[in-house]
């Protein structure tokens, strides 16, 4: 991948795949986990044979500070528990990149951690921003840990009505559905990826307080 004709068809197919998941209705989904302010539900994926994870809860700050905490930059390693490491492999312009990260261990390391290269793509959503993702192809291979794969994720983040005070807050809602491949019991897969996105809210509420 490097033509611009691939990558403006893997932007737009990206953009097209999010807004899909986005519109679904409220019965597509099940309810995974739910803690004081972040839900999170789940639905098979179309994708692989596991599943679609959709996240969301209020965040008190603008979209565009959000979204620089969210996508690849200098912010997001200082603040993602899951994220160890984190090395932007090719840019084509200021809103679009490939980069390779690697996750921690999970679950005691019954999920070892896990390698991802993925095509990372901003863009303009109504008022806010879209900022998606997907694994593609790269040769080279750190051999100590299995490379997983991201099926179309993102995150859109949207302003909202302030709740009393002045301080701007935003809607974040993302879409996971990571194939974190090997030998790992389906149970453990999803408690891990619920409670990762509960904590994900965690993490850049933190952040961005800071």
Same mark, same amino acid.
């Not at 984190?86 to 809103?95: A, N």
């Not at 990260?101 to 008022?127: C, H, K």
């Not at 694994?135 to 994720?153: A, K």
């Given at each position: 991948?490097?033509?611009? !004709?691939?990558? #403006?068809?893997?932007? !737009?197919?990206?953009?097209?795949?999010?807004? @899909? $998941?986005? #519109? /679904? *209705?409220?019965?597509?989904?099940?309810?995974?986990? %739910?803690?004081?302010?972040?839900?999170?539900?789940?639905?098979?994926?179309?994708?692989?044979?596991?599943?679609? $994870?959709?996240?969301?809860? /209020? =965040?008190?700050? #603008?979209?565009?500070?959000?979204?620089? &905490?969210?996508?690849?930059?200098? &912010? +997001?390693?200082?603040?993602?528990?899951?994220?160890?490491?984190?090395?932007?492999?090719?840019?084509?312009?200021?809103?679009?990149?490939?980069? +390779? &990260?690697?996750?921690?261990?999970?679950?005691?390391?019954?999920?070892?951690?896990?390698?991802?290269?993925?095509?990372? $793509?901003?863009?303009?959503?109504?008022?806010?921003?879209? !900022?998606?993702?997907?694994?593609? @192809?790269?040769?080279?291979?750190?051999? !100590?840990?299995?490379? *997983?794969?991201?099926?179309?994720?993102?995150?859109?983040?949207?302003?909202?009505?302030?709740?009393?005070?002045?301080?701007?807050?935003?809607?974040?809602?993302?879409?996971?559905?990571?194939?974190? +491949?090997?030998?790992?019991?389906?149970?453990? =897969?999803?408690?891990?990826?619920?409670?990762? /996105?509960? #904590?994900?809210? @965690?993490? /850049?509420?933190?952040?961005? %307080?800071?």
């Amino acid at each position: 991948m490097g033509s611009v !004709s691939e990558v #403006n068809g893997l932007k !737009s197919s990206l953009e097209e795949t999010l807004i @899909s $998941y986005h #519109n /679904l *209705g409220e019965n597509e989904w099940r309810l995974a986990k %739910k803690a004081k302010d972040v839900t999170v539900w789940r639905k098979p994926s179309t994708e692989f044979s596991g599943f679609l $994870y959709k996240a969301q809860g /209020l =965040v008190k700050e #603008n979209p565009n500070r959000i979204v620089d &905490y969210i996508r690849p930059g200098p &912010y +997001r390693l200082n603040w993602d528990s899951l994220m160890t490491s984190m090395d932007i492999v090719k840019t084509f312009d200021k809103v679009c990149c490939v980069m +390779r &990260y690697m996750t921690a261990g999970q679950l005691w390391n019954i999920i070892a951690p896990r390698e991802f290269v993925d095509f990372s $793509y901003t863009t303009e959503f109504q008022d806010g921003l879209l !900022s998606c993702g997907v694994s593609v @192809s790269h040769d080279e291979h750190r051999h !100590s840990c299995v490379r *997983g794969f991201n099926h179309p994720c993102g995150w859109f983040c949207v302003p909202v009505e302030g709740g009393g005070d002045s301080a701007p807050q935003s809607l974040l809602t993302g879409y996971i559905q990571t194939d974190l +491949r090997g030998m790992i019991p389906q149970s453990a =897969v999803d408690t891990a990826m619920a409670s990762s /996105l509960v #904590n994900f809210y @965690s993490d /850049l509420r933190g952040a961005l %307080k800071t």
